[in-house]
């Protein structure tokens, strides 16, 4: 079992920056795929960015690319999202997700049915 917390969100004008951080249980943190989604009022959940499991490899939706960043820290079983220059509709709630049982790749990384365990979501509001 995987417990995944995730932190960091709120309230900021548009053009701010937020951090997101997703906190995970399990001994074996590094060997996941991590990745984050997203969710707006009304809208499907969205996939945002993914990194693999010794983060050499990062990917991004073409909505973020060059304003986030995903990060992860296997000593801290923590993996971030640095948001930058941050609009209104980047407003969602935020989800942190792992791939336990398998490792996606390439673009299969956006895919939720990817993912096994998943945070219980953290809001993000951008203000215009």
């Known amino acids: 079992q995987v417990q995944l917390v995730e932190s960091g969100g709120g309230l900021v004008q548009a053009g701010g920056s937020l951090r997101l951080s997703c906190a995970a249980s399990?001994?074996?943190?590094?060997?996941?795929?991590m990745g984050w989604f997203r969710q707006a009022p009304g809208k499907e959940r969205e996939f945002v960015a993914a990194?693999?499991?010794?983060?050499?490899?990062?990917y991004y939706a073409d909505s973020v690319k060059g304003r986030f960043t995903i990060s992860r820290d296997n000593a801290k079983n923590t993996v971030y999202l640095q948001m930058n220059t941050l609009k209104p509709e980047d407003t969602a709630v935020y989800y942190c997700a792992a791939a336990v049982l398998q490792r996606p790749y390439g673009s299969d990384r956006s895919r939720s049915t990817k993912y096994d365990y998943w945070g219980q979501g953290t809001q993000v509001t951008a203000s215009s």
């Open positions: 990194i693999s499991w010794g983060a050499l490899s990062t």
């Open positions: 399990g001994r074996t943190f590094s060997n996941y795929v």
